[in-house]
């Protein structure tokens, strides 16, 4: 980029406000942002360089460390890709229980990107709120999987563990808390006055350039595209699933859309325990060659593994597009870009829930 | 973008970013298209895009590529100006108008395509 002014404002790599280092450099006039670029590589891992060459087993684990917020959809996206490659399909109650612990993970993911926009906006009640509400999905999380981050929950054919009475009974009661409880905290957002100057037309982001940058999940369908890739996934079709879609675009919006996204995921863990049947957790099966390109809906949006198998299991060529190197371009390139303050930078940048360990894969 | 004494030189990271496999197969493309090297097309992209514009190459691409205009395609047009941002979206459109305006007056197609791409690449040299 050519420089045009004299005013430059870098943030970060180090900001108290960022949960992962990068830095973004502004270029404005007074309070006016004209320009954004970002500039990343603080915490490059190079997992995809990692991954080629080990066999599938090893790069299951990789593949959940590409993220430490969404790693069970890394996990389940990986999986699902190698099941495509070699013509393996999921048991019914695998299908059902990878749906129920994939939507737990979107509903802590959201709740958490929900409170760094809180926490940034500085409304930190409800972002301390938000964050409490957190731990009751995380302690169902490790209940069903075993651990709160890097479960490895889903391997070929099946899943790792089952859920018992106790545990879907003790599920139910907590989906019950969440709805009460998150019933009352997004009343607080969408009345509390400070949020509303904040948040509302602020950050704004046109459908055009959402679709040009092949802008992704929340970020995308708060500016009005329908795009949600549950909508073609086998499990979800059984669960009559329909994505969460407003038009503002603004800061407000993409949060309201996470939360409204909550609100669904209870549903839908409510409908597959429902149709949930007795039966086996894994169907077995060996990983083939093959090469394909499987995309999934992680909770920031479109993730797609582009690999390629030998007969062994090994995996040759893999490439990982995650969300938020769509959503982080988008954010610097259109909905920073004419903010009206510098001060409205962070909470702008936070609204698109930016993951740099994605990005940085 | 104001560029200090104690600011990091990313080319070499840009570099990286470029050499992945998805983001080799889109150059190899918008270079291919256009005539020239692959390596050149890497310097120009490296010198006018920042970090996450590159990183985000392929996916613009996916995006660009919907496109039924069989002479905006056979210049390129969409993955330049929409994808990667080396032309704007008006100076792709006054070439793309340029070709129809050269084909009418009788210029066959193939020459007034190859005029085109060399005034692109005027364009985008840095």
């Known amino acids: 980029m050519k420089k045009t002014v004299d005013v430059s404002l870098p943030i970060g790599p180090m900001h108290p406000l960022f949960k992962e280092p990068c830095r973004i450099k502004c270029e404005t006039r007074g309070e006016f942002v004209l320009s954004a670029e970002v500039e990343l590589g603080y915490v490059k891992k190079g997992i995809e360089r990692i991954m080629r060459g080990r066999p599938w087993q090893e790069v299951m684990f990789l593949a959940e460390r590409v993220c430490g917020i969404c790693s069970v959809v890394h996990n389940y996206v990986f999986i699902e890709a190698v099941e495509n490659v070699s013509g393996i399909a999921p048991t019914e109650r695998a299908a059902y229980l990878r749906v129920i612990v994939n939507e737990l993970d979107r509903m802590q993911s959201h709740l958490l990107a929900n409170y760094s926009y809180c926490y940034t906006i500085e409304h930190e009640t409800l972002a301390m709120y938000l964050l409490n509400l957190r731990e009751t999905v995380m302690d169902q999380l490790e209940l069903i999987t075993g651990a709160r981050v890097t479960c490895a929950f889903i391997i070929p054919g099946g899943v790792r563990c089952d859920l018992s009475a106790d545990g879907a009974a003790s599920l139910r009661t907590a989906l019950d808390h969440i709805d009460s409880e998150l019933s009352r905290f997004v009343r607080i957002f969408e009345t509390g006055p400070l949020i509303g100057l904040r948040s509302k037309g602020v950050g704004l982001l046109t459908k055009e350039a959402a679709i040009e940058a092949h802008a992704a999940g929340p970020t995308a369908r708060a500016s009005g595209i329908p795009d949600d890739l549950r909508n073609i996934h086998p499990t979800y079709r059984l669960l009559d699933f329909k994505p969460v879609i407003r038009y503002e675009g603004d800061n407000y919006a993409r949060i309201m859309v996470r939360f409204e996204e909550v609100f669904q995921s209870t549903g839908l863990i409510r409908t597959a325990l429902a149709l949930m049947k007795e039966g086996p957790i894994r169907g077995g099966g060996t990983i083939k060659a093959g090469t394909v390109r499987y995309r999934g809906e992680a909770p920031r949006g479109e993730l797609l593994y582009d690999l390629t198998t030998d007969e062994h299991g090994r995996i040759l060529e893999i490439a990982i597009q995650t969300p938020s190197i769509m959503n982080i371009q988008v954010c610097a390139h259109a909905m920073l870009k004419n903010a009206q303050s510098a001060a409205d930078i962070t909470a702008i940048f936070i609204s698109s829930d930016p993951c740099i360990a994605c990005t940085e894969r | ?126």
């Open chain 2, 1 to 126: 973008m104001t560029t200090y004494l104690y600011e990091k030189d990313l080319r070499q990271m840009k570099l990286l970013i470029l050499e992945s496999r998805r983001h080799d197969a889109v150059v190899q493309e918008i270079a291919t298209t256009l005539g020239i090297k692959r390596q050149q097309l890497r310097k120009i992209l490296i010198e006018r895009c920042d970090m996450i514009l590159l990183e985000n190459l392929p996916a613009r691409c996916d995006a660009a590529r919907e496109t039924d205009d069989l002479i905006s395609q056979s210049l390129g047009i969409p993955l330049i100006t929409q994808a990667a941002e080396l032309l704007t979206r008006e100076e792709g459109a006054r070439i793309r108008k340029g070709v129809n305006v050269q084909i009418e007056h009788g210029v066959p197609r193939e020459t007034a395509i190859l005029e085109a791409k060399t005034e692109i690449l005027e364009l985008i040299r840095v």
